[in-house]
DNA sequence: GCTTAGCACTCCTTGGCTCTGAGTGCTAAT
DNA sequence: ATTAGCACTCAGAGCCAAGGAGTGCTAAGC
């Protein structure tokens, strides 16, 4: 059935007053809103006939009203108004923006960082795989001896490094026929192309170092088969900034305890299908805990090869459509970047970091 | 000036009853614990001696008494008692000591989530160079037109990459070509041995990719000059666990806002010196925010050319001995796994991702 | 002289109580 | 259809008294 205008007006109106203020609200609020000209006692009946609908709830009989899970729903979906951010807003944003040169991981858990900051709520990042991954290229670097470091790489530039300890010695030169094999015969397959029959053939030419055949693949199908790179998680704490938790430790450690980097890449949308923007509104987040919590998901493009998801944690009773605004800027923006492909310094996008062992 | 045996027997008990109940703890509790044989008045005496001293403190006059920083720092120096780990605790300890292949970073910040688990605190990883590091070898990859990868590997086993992208195209040849020539006059030196003259040296003889060699040297001296790792800090929200801050999200929320990477690689002594493990009670923290908070740092050994640190915040009300001994374990045995360098495929110390970028 | 029993005193905590005010639902008037 | 008016509800703030844990001090005991 569908909703009046005037109802769609003070529905929106008190999602809008709730959000800022997470106090119920009254029908004298309302009826004192500039562009509201009924009086609180209409407003009162139309406001008894939302939450007989569903979409507004009271917390107790002599309280003001608050939307309820659906009723936050339906404003998502037919009531929001685009937020305009200010020239404030996109100031710090972009200064934000401004990251380091840094390798790729580390970039993603700083923007992050900046999205948790910029929302004031827990943020996380994650890039994900659109297509499915083949090898590029193999390296075998000496680095020591008996101990040698593997550098794969993917098609979609991902680079992954591994040491490996190795029981025999090997040679340079082994190691530079096993890299020609290894780049000879296992060049832009998938994951399912590398069998058994195929494992057996390297094996064959490899030469000296054919024991370390065994241990290459295994990395490579590691890595070929990883769906989705690390969540980037943080700000959690910053949850404890919103009213609901104020005196309410008990019921925030709870929300902290499940909300984790598991939690998060098996959100039902760890990357949304439908559009760039999504939502889960309370309950419709899997984990009971959470009932009370909403997610905000924003896609924005890496190259060809992949995607990337940021997405903010919060209240139910949050500023959807502002965050939504700064979600939408930002994977605009890391868009652009990851597009042009930074001036050869600028935003570099590699990884790095690694391992030491002897 | 000395305490009396006595007076150390209570200062113990008292931090001993007040690190697991976290309440005041009063005359009558010490007179009631069975290795004590004065009656409640006497220990009221010793405790007024011991206020007097600033080794307890009042929280209002009719209250039990607290320990006063200066007296868990005493606790802490001599009366601290080893904590042996029970059998379940080794235990699981050992099953959380079980990682998987991973590559190195993932490792450090797997760690920090395991120490942080099993003391319910917060908890943070780092990994220090102890010497300096100098280059080892370099490799150019194609990666698409106008892209290239360049994975630098350094003495203490590190692998670093970065995606370069490149105004100027360059054939397979020249990448060969210019690897060869750095690896030829680029090994085993410090960023300070790389200079000006040796950059003009190479660019001469670089042959056509001579453009990438001011961003291979930049990003090499960044490499080498890098002092330590990323700290990896987790678990921050473990301390809404402590009663200190049951009620108290404004506290809390304080401290976890100064709580951060940033903080913890600005300790005084990320890695302590003076021995393997350290203690920074209360106000001997830096930042005021945390005058109530402890960190335990215990450092260990990751081959040759590295050390890693791992540490717990808390209140200053904490289990120091517990804490210690857990940490300690957790060192020893991280140690073992890197010295005995993990069986080829065991704990696995590279690092990986990487990089998008189209 | 050290130890301890006893006692008056302090002061935090808890629970119950009332009062207040915001907000509702309903009815009757416009 | 809207609105003014009114009785009713109920959470929250403020207040007070009782309860109880703990102290410091004094005087008696070993």
Redesign the interface.
Known sequence: MELTDRQKQILRAIVDIYVSTAEPVGSKAIAALPDVCYSSATIRNEMADLTQMGLLEQPHTSAGRIPSPAGYRLYIDELMQDYRLSLDETKSLNEALELKSQ????MMSQVGKLVSKMTDLPAYTV?TRRNEAVT??F?L????PG?I???L?LS????????????VAVTEADLKLLAAVLNASMTDLTAEQINAELLEKITRTAGAASALVP?VI?FTL??LRQQH??VHLTG??RL??QPE??????K??EV?ETLDEDMISNLPAVLPKDGPVQFLVGPENVAKELKDTSVVMMRFD?????QGTIGVVGPTRMDYAKITAKLGYFAENLGKM??K?????Q????????????
């Open positions: 390798e790729f991981d580390k890039a590029k290229h390296d670097i000496m680095a020591g101990s470091i593997l550098v790489m979609d530039d991902q680079v992954r490094n591994k040491l490996i300890k190795l029981p241990l295994d590691e890595c790179g690390d959690q704490m404890l900034g938790y104020k005196d309410a430790a008990e925030a450690q902290f890496i190259g060809e090869g992949m990851f597009q492909g930074g001036a050869a310094t935003p570099a996008l590699t990884d790095g970091t690694d391992a030491s062992n002897k």
